[in-house]
């Protein structure tokens, strides 16, 4: 079997919330717990990508550490996983400079992530967030990622992020860059709004009230929970019966991913009965997964000095093999050798 190159990234735009934790930070600390001697794991804040929409800089250092020490209170450890900050691996905007010259408009004019985030202002939306997708796919290439664990909403930035490396193999004949799968966990690919089971949960939602931050204390978690949205009806006897309820859908999705039972049976254990039998049972059960890593994460946030240094030493670590790949790939462009 071939060596595993995991790889994925944040951005530091907000707090932390439950759909990060269960689309793709849980998966991110499983996948650590299961490297082998030959695999590697590379996590990253992405705070390039977070410039593409205006962020003032004394807020952008400040969630960098958050997001770092939230990573750490889940269970990244940065002794076993490479954890940094992107800006300090110049090599991601080296690549994604090369990358840029093989990935085409039609391709990027596709991306729905840029369109829901220019909205009805293209013209004002900045370069950067146009070509977002082609740095995202230098963030994965340049470590050669074999699994990207992530939630569904990235799926379509990493099938790019393939077809940018085939693209750049077959134009150049060569077999320099490595097509990464995306990792979805099925029983979380999506968790939504707390306010509105349409929209996805989000760090950029206004309302504090849609998300349940990994750093809420046990009171707020209850609060948010009982003040979810809902509708009247009692619970179904099997899942298939949550159709064209979202709001429930997700209550139950979010019992389900974080006590590891299928939707099925708990939709048996609470049928006939309505949400305020269920929600205490759902406050409960993420309090007792979300309030130890709280603890944490306090305790981390205490020693910024101490944050900065482990990401120093994990931008080192990176920074060695990303430059392999870069100078791979000057070479197959024909760039001189320095
Ligand atoms: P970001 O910062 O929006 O989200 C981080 C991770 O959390 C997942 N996620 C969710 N999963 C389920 N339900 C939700 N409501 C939910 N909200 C967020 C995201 O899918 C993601 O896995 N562009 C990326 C950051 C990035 C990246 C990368 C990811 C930059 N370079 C390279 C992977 C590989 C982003 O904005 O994620």
């Known amino acids: 079997m071939t060596a595993k190159r995991i790889v994925s990234g944040i951005q530091p735009t907000g707090q932390l919330h439950l759909g990060n934790w269960l689309g793709a930070i849980r998966n ?3 996948m650590q717990d299961a490297l082998g001697p030959d695999d590697r794991a590379f996590f990253f804040i992405a705070d390039l990508h977070a410039i593409t929409l205006p962020q003032d800089p004394a807020e952008l250092r400040r969630a960098t550490r958050e997001i770092a020490a939230a990573l750490i209170a889940s269970g990244i450890d940065p002794a076993r996983s490479v954890l940094f900050n992107q800006a300090q691996v110049a090599e991601h905007a080296e690549l994604a400079w090369v990358l840029g010259c093989t990935a085409r408009m039609g391709w990027l004019n596709r991306m729905t992530q840029f369109k829901e985030k220019s909205g009805k202002d293209r013209e004002g939306a900045s370069v950067g967030l146009f070509t977002y997708p082609v740095l995202q796919a230098a963030d994965v290439l340049v ?16 099938e790019l992020a393939r077809d940018i490396a085939i693209k750049f193999n077959t134009d150049l004949g060569v077999e320099v860059l490595v097509p990464p799968e995306p990792i979805i966990p099925p029983e979380a690919p999506r968790i939504r ?3 509105d089971g349409k929209a996805k949960m989000s760090k950029s939602d206004p309302s504090e009230q849609s998300r349940i931050a990994l750093t809420d204390t046990a009171d707020a978690i209850r609060q948010k929970i009982r003040r979810a949205r809902t509708d009247p009806d009692p619970l179904p006897e099997t899942a298939a019966g949550l159709a064209g ?5 997700n209550l139950v999705g979010i019992l389900a991913a974080v006590t590891g039972r299928t939707m099925d049976a708990i939709c048996a254990e609470f049928a006939g009965q309505g949400f305020a039998a269920f929600k205490p049972v759902l406050a409960d059960a993420l309090v007792a997964v979300l309030e130890p890593l709280s603890a944490r994460f306090r305790e981390l946030l205490a020693d910024p000095a101490e944050i900065d240094s482990i990401l120093r030493t994990g931008a080192a670590r990176a920074r060695e093999v990303a430059q392999a790949t870069v100078a791979e790939v000057h070479d197959a462009v024909g760039f001189l050798k320095p």
């Open 28 to 30: 991110w600390v499983r």
């Open 143 to 158: 470590y050669k990622a074999t699994h990207v664990p992530v939630g569904e909403d990235q799926k379509q930035h990493l």
């Open 193 to 195: 709004s707390l306010r």
């Open 245 to 249: 309820r979202p709001e429930a859908q």
